[in-house]
């Protein structure tokens, strides 16, 4: 009782609130600026055949997803250049009931076609969609790679989700478009992959798929690319800071074809401090090396403002934090070109479930590869005390 009263007296109430206030500071801003995944695990996969028809058109191409958790279903677009249909995307219901994802568990249910702000789809070569983003319940993001061969430009446009009509699009600077002389600008086809939006809906993160041309060499056997991580504010319309992401330098056992090609085929925000997840695919000639990345630009340098890399030396610029999640050749699976991915539902046992896509080029020799995986996520009181906590697995 007398130690009840000596903490309840005036000095007593005093520390004990500033031990309360100490300690939710050091939560704050460690919660603020975490987001550990821990356990990551494949729960199955399901195919659609390259020749799947649905609604009139042929579903494939599948090159982002994104996820409604208010109506649980997942629009994914296709990267058809309106060239076999109409640029669209479809929606999709992917049944996670069970804890893992079976082969009959992924039904499309409607397709939209994509709008200009004429009310027209748009003209085969127009477009070349390869990114999608849901803002809100109404609207979405998607991005267009353009074509630089053909100076078309590449474009990030917002659209109504059920309409699928055109509402704005955002400005690009001109560093990043196509020019006759392909002297500066994007390279052909390895663009804007990529579209995310933070959890709090005040950003919205793209990233090229290599390095721009005045950035450096694209990605080659052994050669990384330096791509640049762009950032949206939703508020504004405008584009507020750039990272440089450079990809990994990938060793090809054997590249007999020499149709080499690899980058950042998306992007996924985490949280709202700049924590993501990505992935990059190469294609190796002979099957795909994909893995997934943990990627933080909270210590990265801001390049908005500079235009070249080669012109200013990049090793000056500090580049987003990546740490390997997991390398995907690791499964007992064949893959194919994943390009997608997005957070789904919890599942049954309270994890998180993560979606992967493949766009499958519309050739006959691929599929449409839906991939699930689940994982932990510490509480914050948990990811606080694991500092302290020694790792047994080391």
Do not use: W
């Not at 050669?223 to 950032?231: A, E, F, K, P, Q």
């Amino acid at each position: 009782m007398i130690i009840i009263r000596k903490f309840l007296s005036l000095p007593g109430l005093i520390f004990i609130f500033i031990s309360i206030l100490i300690i939710s500071l050091l939560l704050n801003n460690f919660v603020n600026h975490t987001f550990e995944i821990r356990d990551l695990k494949f729960i199955g996969q399901a195919i659609l055949p390259t020749d799947y028809s649905f609604q009139n058109t042929q579903l494939g191409g599948l090159s982002g997803i994104t996820y409604d958790d208010k109506n649980r279903l997942y629009y994914s677009i296709s990267d058809d250049r309106s060239q076999k249909s109409p640029a669209r995307f479809y929606t999709l219901k992917i049944d996670l009931s069970k804890g893992r994802l079976e082969s009959n568990d992924v039904e499309p249910v409607a397709v939209t076609t994509l709008l200009d702000k004429n009310g027209k789809s748009f003209a085969p070569g127009s477009i070349d969609p390869e990114a999608i983003a849901l803002a809100n319940e109404n609207t979405l993001f998607i991005s267009s790679e353009g074509n630089a061969k053909k100076i078309i430009n590449p474009f990030i446009k917002k659209f109504y989700l059920n309409s699928g009509k055109e509402i704005n699009q955002l400005s690009i600077p001109d560093k990043f478009l196509p020019t006759q002389k392909s002297q500066t600008g994007i390279r052909n086809n390895l663009a804007f992959e990529s579209l995310t939006i933070t959890p709090d809906r005040k950003y919205l993160f793209t990233a090229t798929e290599n390095a721009l041309i005045q950035d450096g060499s694209e990605a080659k056997p052994k050669v990384g690319s330096l791509c640049r991580i762009l950032r949206y504010s939703l508020s504004t319309q405008e584009l507020e800071k750039e990272f440089i992401y450079p990809t990994e330098a990938v060793n090809p056992l054997f590249n007999i074809s020499n149709r080499y090609a690899s980058g950042l085929t998306d992007l996924l925000a985490l949280d709202n401090k700049g924590k993501f997840l990505s992935i990059e695919r190469t294609f190796t000639g002979l099957g795909f090396y994909i893995a997934l990345f943990e990627v933080s630009t909270e210590s990265a340098d801001d390049i908005h403002g500079v235009d070249s890399l080669l012109n200013n030396n990049h090793q000056n610029f500090k580049p987003v934090r990546k740490k390997m999640l997991f390398d995907l050749r690791k499964l007992d699976v064949t893959l194919d070109n994943i390009e997608g991915l997005t957070l789904g539902p919890k599942l049954p046992d309270g994890q998180q479930s993560l979606i992967l896509v493949s766009d499958n080029n519309f050739n006959s020799l691929q599929r449409t590869q839906v991939l699930a995986f689940k994982f932990k996520v510490d509480s914050p009181l948990m990811q606080f005390l694991r500092r302290f906590i020694p790792d047994s697995s080391r």
